[in-house]
């Protein structure tokens, strides 16, 4: 009967001098370090971990912000400014604000400081959102807040509420971005565009809020599909005036709600469809929101309905429009107070404490 063969070791003879000897080949690699990365990928990385941080260092410290690539950036480009400028008065709103406020008028007109906050699409609710995170983070905080609203602001139901939920999200772990994490990411234009500039040799960034052609008076198809979505369900929710004093009494700033001007055709087509609840009815509903804490109000929003010539369309205002707005509220916004008090003196201020002393609170 054949014996069992023996197990096969690998081996290696070789013959010298009649002799052979046997040698032991290498053992294979083990499992770490076949899990170890390569050289070239260890650069890689390292190489990546130093842009990161370049970066970090300087996007938010020398303000380099040349063509917006992501949310995450235009935020931090809002908090570069705020750090730098400290101004004293705070404009919030949406792209009505964007398109309707000339802060360096207002500025020049008022002699204080002034700084626009503008988030596309965002109801009254999301701006103030975005205000307590950028309370939260600011070196100084505010004397004054002005919002710049139309009465869709209001509306808990309509496209700008769905549109709002990154606002609301963004200081939560809800708002968690890719580029939010990744500076890298998140300014990837900024960098090609830099690039760009630099070996176009001229600049490669948008001008900043062109005038539109005037509007003709006239809802076009598109815009009347969109507005209708923004009065959708609609409903005036006065919830966030509530947090918005609870913010006002805890930073000491002043707050003036402004409704700004829109065309009659704007006007026209709500109360044509909501015969219950006309514009003129919200309006009164906000003004008495406010004045439940001590908020100023300005009513703008039928100041020139009829002047085409000061509108792009139903609700934003041209480069004509944004002059006679800054203008009305810089003689609206008047102070009778040092800025650091943050009071308001005009025929709607509410008499209220005198602040002796400003919260501080690390930037």
């Known amino acids: 009967m054949r014996s069992p063969m023996p197990p096969f070791t690998p081996t290696s003879t070789t013959a010298t001098s009649g002799t052979t000897a046997t040698i032991p080949t ?9 899990l170890l990365p390569s050289r070239a990928l260890l650069l890689a990385l390292v190489l990546l971990l130093f842009a990161e941080l370049a970066v970090r260092l300087l996007v938010p410290n020398l303000g380099w912000y040349e063509g917006l690539s992501s949310f995450t950036q235009w935020v931090d480009r809002l908090r570069y400014e705020l750090r730098t400028q400290r101004p004293d008065t705070w404009f919030l709103g949406n792209s009505v604000l964007a398109y309707g406020v000339d802060v360096d008028q207002y500025a020049a007109e008022t002699g204080h400081t002034a700084l626009a906050l503008p988030f596309g699409g965002a109801t009254f609710q999301g701006e103030i959102a975005m205000l307590e995170y950028f309370l939260r983070r600011a070196p100084v905080a505010p004397s ?19 549109t709002s939920r990154k606002y609301l999200e963004f200081d939560t772990w809800r708002g968690l971005s890719f580029d939010r994490v990744f500076k890298l990411a998140g300014s990837r234009n900024t960098i090609m565009n830099t690039l760009k500039s630099a070996i176009l040799r001229r600049p490669t960034a948008a001008a900043k809020n062109p005038s539109e ?8 198809p598109e815009k009347y599909d969109f507005m209708a979505r923004l009065m959708k369900d609609y409903a005036f929710d006065p919830a966030p005036f509530d947090h918005l004093a609870d913010l006002a009494r805890k930073y000491h700033f002043s707050v003036r709600i402004v409704l700004v001007p829109v065309a009659r055709a704007y006007l026209d087509f709500h109360d044509a469809a909501r015969p219950d609840l006309p514009a003129a009815d919200i309006h009164a509903a906000a003004s008495a929101a406010a004045a439940a804490h001590s908020f100023a109000f300005s009513d703008f929003s039928r100041a020139f309905p009829d002047d085409l010539p000061s509108f792009s369309d139903p609700y934003h205002l041209t480069a004509l429009g944004r002059s006679r707005l800054t203008s009305l509220l810089a003689s ?22 005198k602040r002796l002393v400003r919260q501080g609170r690390a930037p």
Do not use: M, Y
Not at 332 to 351: I, K, N
């Open 213 to 220: 052609p005037s509007f003709q008076g006239v809802i076009p």
């Open 26 to 34: 290498a053992a294979p690699p083990s499992l770490w370090r076949l």
């Open 144 to 162: 004054n807040v002005i919002f710049c609203l139309t009465k869709d602001d209001f509306n808990p139901n309509g496209e700008r509420a769905f």
């Open 332 to 353: 609206a916004c008047r102070f009778s107070l040092p800025r650091e008090e943050g009071a308001w003196h005009t025929e709607e201020t509410v008499s209220r404490p």
